[in-house]
Structure formats: structure tokens, C-alpha cells
């Protein structure tokens, strides 16, 4: 069985009486044999060969692009598209209740901005010589109003932001400022309640008048005869009157 050349590494040339060897890299240029392919090989285009049938799909071919619709009329095709409406005055009305919550990240006058002056316009911080005076219900509702002020100042920064404003940050940064330094004051004014809580605990453990377990009242005062002696009693008018 011969071998065919394009196997073959080297053929011989025979040129005036002498054998040559062909290199190998012309070696499948002088071949009668083509080399076969891989079959195991894929081709490059992964799209479906033309010898297959089609799949006889009705909406081959439709694009909204090319505005190719589809070839059978559909249940809504006879529906009129809504138009947008361009009049303000023939625009329906939205009933929003006037007391919502979200109002409260916005201002008095509901508008999605401030102006400069209206930042402007505010006091100092509270201090918390000025908030010891105030009892728990005040300080709650006080910190939940910053906060609150705090959440539309937030809104009216990132609105600023999304419009590109280019103004306002300054004076809301201020505000901003004040607000911070009376939940700061708040917060002093709740630790030193809490330490004075604290060790008024620790006191009443080691007072006999007062009842920590809430089993019974918390404060049952003793007799006052009990702890003066009835000697005690008899002195009384006799240091009264040397006094006098």
C-alpha cells in the first residue's frame, strides 16, 4: 500500500545525475493529494444553515424598528391611542390630601425648593442650660422637629443637586448646622438625667425606706418616734428656752 506524499517529510529531485530533497514546507505544494478537513471541526457563523427548512413562524419578520406590524389584526388594534393632553386647563385634578406626611419634607408653602432668604431666616441652637428645664414629652417632641427639618433639608439639597441649582447650599448648610447643635444639646441634657438616675439607684438600694422590687410602695417613711428617744423628746422645750 503506498503512503500518499502529503505524509510524506521529504521527496526526492533528481537534477543532472544528483538527488536532491525537497524541503518540507513544499512539500504540499507538489501533492496530488488534497488534505482532508477536520471533521469534528464547527464553523464560525453560529446562525442556522440555508438547507434547513424554515420553522413557518406567522411573526417572522415583525420589527418596530422597520414598522413591520403583524399580519393578523389583533384585539386591540382598533383602540384609539390616549393623546397627551398640552392644556394645563383640561388636565383632570388629583385630590391629595392636604394633611399627608410627605408634606413634611417639604416647607410651609409646599414648594419642592427654598429660596436663600428662607434658609436664612432662623434662630440659634438650643443650649443645654436652656433645655434642663424641660420635661421628657418636650425634649421628644423637640428632637423628632429636628429631625424632621433635618429630612427637608436633605430633599431640597438633592433637588438642588438634580437641577443644578447653583444655589441655596450655603445657607441650608447653616441651617443645617444649628439644627445638629440642638439634638447634640438633647442628647447632653439625656446623659446627665441618666446619670442622675443612675446613682439615685444606686442610693435607694441602701435606703430602708425605699422598695426597689415593686412588690410594695416604693417609698414607706418610718416613724419619726421611732428614731428619737423619749429622753430626746424631754430635752426639747429645755434647749428651746436656753436658746432663747
Known amino acids: 500500500m503506498s503512503v500518499p506524499s502529503v505524509i510524506r517529510s521529504k521527496i526526492p529531485l533528481r537534477s543532472h545525475g544528483q538527488v536532491r530533497l ?15 478537513l477536520n471533521p469534528q471541526g464547527s464553523p464560525f457563523s453560529t446562525s442556522q444553515s440555508p438547507c434547513f427548512p424554515r420553522d413557518h413562524n406567522r411573526n417572522r ?19 384609539p391611542l390616549p393623546q397627551p393632553v398640552l392644556d394645563p386647563k383640561k388636565r383632570s385634578k388629583v385630590a391629595v390630601d392636604a394633611n399627608h406626611g410627605l408634606w413634611q419634607f417639604f416647607n ?45 433639608l436633605a430633599t431640597e439639597r438633592f433637588e438642588r443637586n ?40 444606686k442610693l435607694a438600694r441602701q435606703d430602708n425606706e425605699v422598695d426597689l422590687t415593686g412588690r ?4 414607706v417613711p418610718r416613724d419619726f418616734e421611732d428614731d428619737v428617744s423619749d429622753d430626746e423628746i424631754k430635752d426639747q422645750p429645755r434647749a428651746a428656752a436656753a436658746a432663747a
Open 162 to 201: 438634580r437641577l443644578k441649582a447653583g444655589y441655596g447650599d450655603y445657607e441650608a448648610q447653616t441651617r443645617v448646622r444649628e439644627v445638629r447643635l440642638t439634638q447634640r444639646a438633647i442628647k447632653q441634657v439625656l446623659t446627665e438625667r441618666y446619670y442622675s438616675w443612675d446613682e439615685a439607684r
Open 61 to 79: 419578520g415583525v420589527s418596530p424598528v422597520r414598522r413591520t406590524g403583524p399580519r393578523q389584526p389583533l384585539s386591540v388594534s382598533k383602540e
Open 22 to 36: 525537497l524541503p518540507v514546507f513544499l512539500v504540499p505544494t507538489f501533492s496530488s493529494v488534497k488534505p482532508v
Open 108 to 152: 410651609k408653602e409646599k414648594k419642592p425648593l427654598s429660596t436663600p432668604e428662607e434658609d436664612h431666616e432662623h434662630g440659634r441652637a438650643w443650649s443645654a442650660e436652656e433645655l434642663r428645664n424641660k420635661s421628657w414629652e418636650d425634649l421628644h417632641s423637640l428632637w423628632w422637629i429636628c429631625a424632621k427639618e433635618r429630612n427637608r
Open 216 to 219: 410594695g410602695p416604693a417609698y
